[in-house]
């Protein structure tokens, strides 16, 4: 695997893995776990919703929830570096990309991305929510 952007440590395995699972996900699908992931980004004190959420995804997409939980996880890896370090979409695209993502879907994450973090005060509350999110530090609710 190639360096990344957004962080200097090691990548868990299982992350490779979580990109092939999004992977295989249909155009709709991988539209449709975003708005549910960018919705609680957006609003992060909403967590029974979003939990509500992922499990009706999960149930209606035939994934198991600790699947789904697992590639959450590793969808928010990107993303927390990306915070941190002020990247811009390009690099998180590549990012996403150097950890097995196809172009297309890691296009449309990072130009989502770029559009949340641009929500003006909403921005403080992603870095939490994505913070806490990160590989190193999950929500108890992701673990």
Do not use: W
Not at 92 to 116: M, R
Not at 117 to 143: D, H, M, W
Request: with cysteine; glycine share 6%; net charge neutral.
């Amino acid at each position: 695997m190639g360096r990344l952007h957004c962080t200097e440590d090691p990548v868990p395995e299982a992350v490779g893995g979580d990109m092939q699972q999004l992977n295989q996900l249909g155009a709709q699908q991988f539209s449709a776990l975003t708005e549910v992931l960018f919705h609680f980004l957006t609003e992060p004190k909403e967590v029974e919703r979003f939990l509500a959420q992922l499990s009706e995804f999960a149930t209606t997409n035939q994934i198991s929830l600790g699947s789904l939980r697992s590639i959450v996880k590793s969808l928010l890896l990107v993303p927390n570096g990306a915070l941190k370090k002020s990247l811009t979409a390009k690099q998180v695209q590549a990012d996403f990309i150097t950890l097995g993502l196809s172009e297309e879907k890691a296009t449309y994450f990072s130009e989502k991305l770029k559009l949340v973090v641009k929500k003006g005060n909403q921005t403080e509350n992603v870095y939490i929510v994505i913070a806490s999110c990160g590989v190193a530090v999950p929500l108890p609710f992701l673990s």
